[in-house]
Structure formats: structure tokens, C-alpha cells
């Protein structure tokens, strides 16, 4: 599911903060739902951990960045891979080894289906 996005001002504009010169350029922000899922040790992720809530259901999202004026796209991380199993021996002992904190996972569907079921043809991205 590809949702789309506001983005909440402070005080300051966000070129002030940033020192951003002015443009009529604009890049749209889509946040991705890799439809990820995963089970993990919450505190590694979350800090205090109150009691009774030391596990942790928490999803991994990806970010659709768009140029209009350049037509470019553009994809900010691209979640966990479907077949997570097959990740270099190395990876797979991070996320699923046995000090591993993620005990569970589920990813149903590829970033590539994500993208088409949104409507994004993922061959457009640059």
C-alpha cells in the first residue's frame, strides 16, 4: 500500500533549518508498506520497555521519492526482501541467527508487488 504524506511545519520554515535556497522544484514523498511483519525483542528497539511489552510487532517501510519536473523517481530503502531466507549467510545470522533479536518474520509480498499493486510501475524508478 503506498500512502501519501504531510509534512508537519515547526516554527521555522524548513529552509531556515536546513539553509535550503528557494526552488519551484517539489519532490512528492510516498511512504511504502513493504507489508513486512516482524516479532522482535523490544527492547532492542524501544527504550523503557514497559512491563508486560517486551515483545515487539513492528513493520519495515520504504520511501517513493518523486521529481515531477525531472519525471524521475526514486526509492529510499526497499524493506526485506520475500525470500529473506535466501539473504548472504552473513545477513542471515543478523536477522534470524540465533542472537538474533527478530524471532519472527513474514513478508508476503515483494517490494516489486507492492509497487504494481500501487499502482507504480517499478520499472519507472530510477
Not at 523490544?42 to 525531472?70: D, M, R, Y
Not at 524493506?79 to 533479536?101: E, F, I, M, T
Request: charged residues 25%; aromatic residues 6%; hydrophobic residues 40%.
Amino acid at each position: 500500500m503506498i500512502r501519501k504524506t504531510t509534512i508537519l511545519r515547526s516554527h521555522r520554515s524548513i529552509n531556515e533549518m536546513a539553509n535550503i535556497p528557494e526552488s519551484d522544484n517539489v519532490v512528492r514523498v510516498k511512504l511504502v508498506d513493504t507489508t513486512t511483519a516482524m516479532v522482535g525483542v523490544a527492547e532492542s528497539f524501544v527504550q523503557p520497555v514497559a512491563k508486560g511489552h517486551e515483545v515487539i510487532n513492528f513493520c519495515s517501510l520504504a520511501f517513493l521519492l518523486e521529481h515531477e519536473k525531472l519525471g524521475k523517481k526514486a526509492m529510499f530503502d526497499l524493506g526485506v526482501r520475500k525470500d529473506y531466507w535466501n539473504l548472504p549467510k552473513g545477513a542471515q545470522q543478523g536477522v534470524l541467527g540465533p542472537d538474533s533479536v527478530i524471532f519472527g518474520m513474514s513478508v508476503p509480498k515483494g517490494i516489486d508487488e507492492v509497487l504494481t499493486d500501487g499502482g507504480v510501475d517499478p520499472e519507472s524508478i530510477d
